[in-house]
């Protein structure tokens, strides 16, 4: 790592305020990584395996098969199929696709959603996101919402072209931030039937805005200059530089928000460095294309799904709530907004005692397994 991959004193400053504004970094992406030293994990917890954190579940009623599509794009899109063991291969079934959390990868909570959906009787596919994971696209960690949300769709490609898929029967979910993206794909995709989401981000509001819409206009431009004068340096030859994401050392004055994700990626609970990657580098996006994410409006014209359903769930204690509930406000019905109680944003990624299953199974049983599909 070298000199631009540490913090300014500026940087330094903005995650000061940020902290006390209540901000996630992992959302907001304007907080520049800080070098190798300060990332040095030797003050790392145990991790908190309450409510049966189980992100690393392996079901044994499903076969677990994975499998490569390219996007529009011609970029190749990795996944993990998981089928029912029980499945009557004689028949078409429905299919649900399942996005993990901005920053992850596919074995980071989407993996285990995938898993106990399809142990309900449907196939399930939990993909990388381009950019991430095994997924292609250069350079890694890049942020590209559109082409976030094609790779929805490019699933929905891929399954509807399966032999056992019923194409008329695919839904999808989305966690945390890509909750966001797969509203984004179903806007202008009517083949995703259903659409859930856990967790959400609004990846667009978060980064222009802030949780609690705490960040201000000039901090905005702030950090969008930034970006565009680094363009330059990475134009010339420079070194990439990173931003957001989860801090990888803990001190007395580390934010709850922070705190809550390090327990998840940072500790043994949910921590997972895909083949080829950096660990350093998990979680953080490039600073030059989060700004992209500002131009990102998901909640606009997502009355337009309707009358394909949608359900939001959130948890009572999440700091994301605020999202969950702007985009039930503004869908049209049918709609529903499932708030769990004592659950927080990161809880619903992985505790398999607060993670509303029944809620889930219902929603893809009664949108998918037995609605009329026009």
Known sequence: MNEDFNMTKQESDRREFLKMAGTSAAALGVLSAAGSAAFAADNKPMPDMSNGANNFFKSEKVVAQKVAF?????????GNL???KSLNRNLKHPAIIVGHPMGAVKEQSSNLYAQKLAEQGFITLAIDQSFWGESQGLPRNAVAPEIYSEAFSAAVDYLGTQSLVNRERIGILGICGSGSFVISAAKIDPRMKAIATVSMYDMGA???NALNHSQTLEQRKQIIAEAAQQRYVEFTG???KYTGGTVHKLDKDTHPIQREFYDFYRTPRGEFTPAGSSPELTTHPTLTSNVKFMNFYPFNDIETISP?????ITGDQAHSKEFSEEAYQLASQPKELVIVPGAGHVDLYDRVNLIPWEKLNTFFNKNLVYARIS
């Open 82 to 84: 998981f089928t029912p």
């Open 70 to 78: 390219n996007n529009q794009y011609k970029m190749k899109v990795i």
């Open 206 to 208: 978060a980064n222009r």
């Open 308 to 312: 394909r359903p949608m359900l939001f």
């Open 238 to 240: 420079g070194e990439i």
